[in-house]
C-alpha cells in the first residue's frame, strides 16, 4: 500500500499506545515518515515530549501528547477525552507489559496490573474506537499478540494468557468488522529488542528489531488478520505450530525455564 493510499484510508491521525519506546516509539517514527499525524501515549511525559518534538521537526506532522496510566479508569478517560474531536483512523495498541517466573512467587497486585492493562485497555480502545471508526466509515487497528500466546507458557502463564486474550479478540473483530470497513491485525512477534524484557525480568539471547515488527505490521494491515514480523519470530512460530499443544507447552517451559533461571526458584 503507498503512502497516498494509507493516508486515505487510516489518515489523518493516528493513536500509539505505549509510544514512549521500543514497539510503540518505532510505530510512531515510521507512521511519521508515511505523513499521519500522531496522538502519543504512554506514561511518562517527559520521554512524550521528546519523541513528539523530535517527530514534528523531522517530519512535519502534528502530534499531540497524552501522558496516561491505561491501567487506571482514570488514564483511560484521559485518553478518550484527549481524542474527543481528532479524527484517529489508527488505533495501534502497544502499551502492555510482562512478567515472568512461577506464578505461586508473583505479587498478585502486579498480575492485576498486566491484566487491566494488556486485556482490560485493550477492549476499552477496541469499543471506543471501533465506535468511531464505523461512523466515520473504516479505519484501521493493530494489536500486540504474541507467539507465546498460542499456547500454554509455563514460567510466564498469565502473560502468555494475556496475549492469547488479545489474539483471540483480533481474530473475531477482523471478521466482525469488515463490513464496516474497520482492518484489524494481530502483531505476533517473538523477542523483541525493547524494555519488555528488562521490566519482565528475563534474559533474551536473541530478538528482532522494533523497526522490523513495525514494518512488517503495517505492510500487513488490510491485507491478513495475522503477521509474524521477522525471520527469527517466523522460524519459532512455524517450527512449534505443527506439534501438539501440550508438546509446545513443555518445549516452553524449557525455553522459558532458560530465560529466566537468573530468577532461581522463586515461587517453587
Given at each position: 500500500?503507498n503512502?497516498?493510499?494509507?493516508?486515505?484510508?487510516?489518515?489523518?491521525?493516528a493513536?500509539?499506545?505505549?509510544?514512549?519506546?521500543?514497539?510503540?516509539?518505532?510505530?510512531?517514527?515510521?507512521?511519521?515518515?508515511?505523513?499521519?499525524?500522531?496522538?502519543?501515549?504512554?506514561?511518562?511525559?517527559?520521554?512524550?515530549?521528546?519523541?513528539?518534538?523530535?517527530?514534528?521537526?523531522?517530519?512535519?506532522?502534528?502530534t499531540?501528547?497524552?501522558?496516561?496510566?491505561?491501567?487506571?479508569?482514570?488514564?483511560?478517560?484521559?485518553?478518550?477525552?484527549?481524542?474527543?474531536?481528532?479524527?484517529?483512523g489508527?488505533?495501534?495498541?502497544?502499551?502492555?507489559?510482562?512478567?515472568?517466573?512461577?506464578?505461586?512467587?508473583?505479587?498478585?497486585?502486579?498480575?492485576?496490573e498486566?491484566?487491566?492493562?494488556?486485556?482490560?485497555?485493550l477492549?476499552?480502545?477496541?469499543?471506543?474506537?471501533?465506535?468511531?471508526?464505523?461512523?466515520?466509515?473504516?479505519?484501521?487497528?493493530?494489536?500486540?499478540?504474541?507467539?507465546?500466546?498460542?499456547?500454554?507458557?509455563?514460567?510466564?502463564a498469565?502473560?502468555?494468557?494475556?496475549?492469547?486474550?488479545?489474539?483471540?479478540?483480533?481474530?473475531?473483530?477482523?471478521?466482525?468488522?469488515?463490513?464496516?470497513?474497520?482492518?484489524?491485525?494481530?502483531?505476533?512477534?517473538?523477542?523483541?529488542?525493547?524494555?519488555?524484557?528488562?521490566?519482565?525480568?528475563?534474559?533474551?539471547?536473541a530478538?528482532?528489531?522494533?523497526?522490523?515488527?513495525?514494518?512488517?505490521?503495517?505492510?500487513?494491515?488490510?491485507?491478513?488478520?495475522t503477521?509474524?514480523?521477522?525471520?527469527?519470530?517466523?522460524?519459532?512460530?512455524?517450527?512449534?505450530?505443527?506439534?501438539?499443544?501440550?508438546?509446545?507447552?513443555?518445549?516452553?517451559?524449557?525455553?522459558?525455564?532458560?530465560?529466566?533461571?537468573?530468577?532461581?526458584?522463586?515461587?517453587?
Amino acid at each position: 500500500m503507498n503512502r497516498t493510499v494509507f493516508l486515505r484510508k487510516y489518515g489523518p491521525w493516528a493513536l500509539i499506545t505505549g509510544a514512549s519506546e521500543g514497539i510503540g516509539q518505532a510505530f510512531a517514527q515510521q507512521l511519521a515518515a508515511l505523513g499521519l499525524n500522531l496522538v502519543l501515549v504512554a506514561r511518562r511525559v517527559d520521554r512524550l515530549h521528546e519523541l513528539a518534538q523530535g517527530l514534528k521537526t523531522g517530519y512535519r506532522i502534528e502530534t499531540v501528547v497524552a501522558a496516561a496510566d491505561l491501567g487506571t479508569p482514570e488514564g483511560l478517560a484521559a485518553v478518550d477525552r484527549t481524542t474527543t474531536g481528532v479524527e484517529v483512523g489508527l488505533l495501534v495498541a502497544c502499551a502492555g507489559f510482562g512478567t515472568s517466573g512461577l506464578l505461586l512467587g508473583t505479587e498478585l497486585a502486579r498480575e492485576r496490573e498486566m491484566l487491566d492493562v494488556n486485556c482490560y485497555a485493550l477492549l476499552h480502545g477496541c469499543v471506543v474506537f471501533g465506535r468511531r471508526f464505523r461512523q466515520r466509515g473504516g479505519g484501521g487497528l493493530i494489536l500486540m499478540s504474541s507467539l507465546v500466546g498460542w499456547q500454554g507458557t509455563p514460567r510466564s502463564a498469565h502473560y502468555a494468557a494475556t496475549k492469547a486474550y488479545v489474539q483471540s479478540l483480533a481474530e473475531a473483530l477482523a471478521i466482525e468488522w469488515k463490513p464496516a470497513h474497520i482492518d484489524v491485525l494481530a502483531c505476533a512477534p517473538g523477542p523483541v529488542h525493547s524494555g519488555f524484557a528488562a521490566r519482565a525480568g528475563m534474559r533474551m539471547s536473541a530478538a528482532v528489531l522494533p523497526a522490523t515488527v513495525a514494518r512488517a505490521s503495517l505492510r500487513a494491515l488490510g491485507r491478513q488478520g495475522t503477521v509474524v514480523p521477522g525471520s527469527l519470530s517466523k522460524w519459532l512460530t512455524w517450527s512449534l505450530l505443527p506439534l501438539p499443544r501440550s508438546v509446545r507447552t513443555r518445549i516452553l517451559a524449557q525455553v522459558m525455564g532458560a530465560m529466566t533461571k537468573h530468577q532461581g526458584r522463586a515461587g517453587a
